[in-house]
């Protein structure tokens, strides 16, 4: 049992009322106000956050400013040991931290273990990138008109204080990938965990602090977004915005942050395009595994396919067929649950029953599921979909898949590119030559031939276009965004 480890983060009352983090000290808010973390198993309480104030985050905001340079002052080689120990923190603790994450946001323990050892991963790849990382010199004359006189020494500096806004699906790794390279390149980082996955994210904090991060330079701000939201992306101390999130919350948070470095991920509402020579069976695996790994509450998430008629009905013939046996929806606690439990509330599951009888009521079918019981809603797929019908015209953040038909596949680019989300789309088809000069047409982040859409491995590029983000994560994508570039530039006397 980690009580000690974890011990100052909540006053242990039944439920535990936890505490925020000004960078010293976990305390309770002066507001005296907390907001409740639900689980989405059985609506039991897991804790309060509480609400922070104004005045709060301008104490963490002062602490952070004042402790950065120090921080970004200190050997790299000492940044990156700290990193490291985190890790291992990390991995020392995977038990219990998993058990917390599938009663706190409702993921099975497969996919909450898988998303602990990865966060583990993911920071010691940061903390080894980092220091691979090199600055350059660049000459002056290779520039037509300019003798040697004068030479660039470009170097990479932190850009101050980081705020790190990360959502309930994956509390902590996707709080991880802005704390560790933020911390790496020398900024101090105020952390704003969601409220559901808050608790998860602030051991997470707890670890990087008991690891060795000094004071002031990580601190944890907790409250509702709609109450402290604005203020703390306002911020004037804050010099970056770190952002995984909606794209109605990205896009209200990038206009209240001018002239601020940006790293945005947003909703992903992802497409499928199955071409007619496609493997049926492996496209069929892939749709299941990307509509509903998480109960389809993942930003890369499959939420449409787009196909022939022909095709769209091998392809059912045979999702209906692997169904049972890759989906196994029920408790998440329990072994045999299978991607789909709850969703992250019993109000999010109401919304994505409504989108789904708004559609159906505009025309759309449902082959299978579609009905609700408190915050689980059934594995859903349904046909006839057209873009304009409400389950896919915004992203819908539950295990529901549609099915759009189209006559050509340059019908199903038009598709895809007038929609106001990019994140990643998926092509299928076993001319790799095709999948490749097909994807070179969408208008997306990135594309996957012969496989659903995902994030990982995590050293690659993962960034979205449009309404779906700004900047470019992966490793060392987010090292680069988590600095600027500091050219000096030396006149010599010729
Ligand atoms: O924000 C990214 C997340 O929603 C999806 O990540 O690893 O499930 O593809 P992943």
Request: a negative charge.
């Amino acid at each position: 049992m980690p009580a000690e480890f974890f011990d100052p983060i909540s006053d242990h009352k039944t439920p535990p009322t936890y505490f925020f983090f000004d960078g010293t000290s976990w305390k309770g808010s002066e507001s005296g106000k907390t907001v409740p973390v639900v689980s989405p198993i059985d609506g039991s309480p897991v804790g309060n956050l509480p609400v922070v104030t104004t005045n709060e985050i301008d104490q963490v905001m002062a602490s952070a400013t004042a402790a950065q340079p120090a921080w970004e002052a200190t050997a790299l080689n000492k940044r990156v040991s700290v990193i490291h120990l985190a890790a291992d923190w990390i991995r020392q603790y995977q038990e219990y931290l998993t058990n917390l994450m599938v009663r706190e946001i409702g993921k099975s323990a497969e996919e909450a273990k898988s998303e602990i050892v990865r966060t583990a991963d993911l920071i010691d790849y940061f903390a080894d990138e980092a220091e691979a990382l090199r600055g350059e010199t660049i000459d002056s004359d290779n520039f037509p008109g300019y003798e040697k006189g004068k030479i660039a020494i470009v170097e990479r500096v932190a850009h101050g204080v980081v705020l790190a806004i990360a959502p309930f699906n994956y509390p902590v790794n996707l709080s991880a990938s802005k704390i560790a390279p933020a911390l790496l390149m020398g900024n101090s980082v105020v952390v704003k965990p969601p409220t559901m996955g808050g608790i998860s994210g602030l051991h997470l904090v707890r670890i990087f602090e008991k690891a060795g991060v000094p004071p002031g330079v990580i601190t944890a701000v907790t409250g509702t977004g709609d109450v402290i939201g604005d203020y703390l992306v306002r911020h004037p101390k804050i010099s970056m915005v770190a952002f995984t999130g909606s794209s109605d919350t990205g896009l209200a948070i990038a206009g209240k942050s001018p002239m601020k470095p940006l790293l945005f991920e947003c909703g992903g509402n992802n497409p499928v395009v199955v071409m007619p020579d496609a493997d049926i069976a492996l496209a069929s695996r892939e749709i299941i595994k990307g509509a509903f790994a998480y109960s389809g509450q993942r930003c890369t998430g499959i939420k449409y396919v787009l196909t022939t008629p022909a095709i769209r009905e091998q392809l059912l013939s045979q999702i209906v067929k692997l169904m049972p046996e890759m989906v196994k929806a029920g408790d998440p606690r329990s072994p045999d649950t299978k991607m789909v439990g709850p969703v992250i509330s019993e109000q999010a599951a109401v919304h994505v029953e409504e989108v789904i009888q708004e559609s159906v009521k505009n025309g759309a079918t449902v082959v299978m599921g579609g009905k609700r019981e408190k915050a689980m809603i059934e594995p859903t797929i349904l046909t006839g979909v057209i873009p304009t019908m409400p389950v896919i015209a915004k992203e819908t953040f539950g295990p529901v898949v549609s099915f759009v038909d189209v006559q050509s596949f340059d019908e199903a680019v038009t598709i895809i590119n007038q929609s106001s989300y990019g994140l990643q789309a998926s092509v299928f088809t076993k001319d790799e030559g095709t999948g490749i000069v097909f994807g070179s047409k969408l208008h997306v982040g990135s594309v996957q031939i012969n496989g659903s859409p995902q994030r990982g491995p995590d050293h690659f590029p993962f960034l979205g276009v449009k309404h779906s983000g700004v900047g470019v994560q992966g490793v060392r994508y987010s090292l680069e965004a988590m600095s600027r570039i500091r050219p000096i530039v030396l006149n010599k006397p010729q």
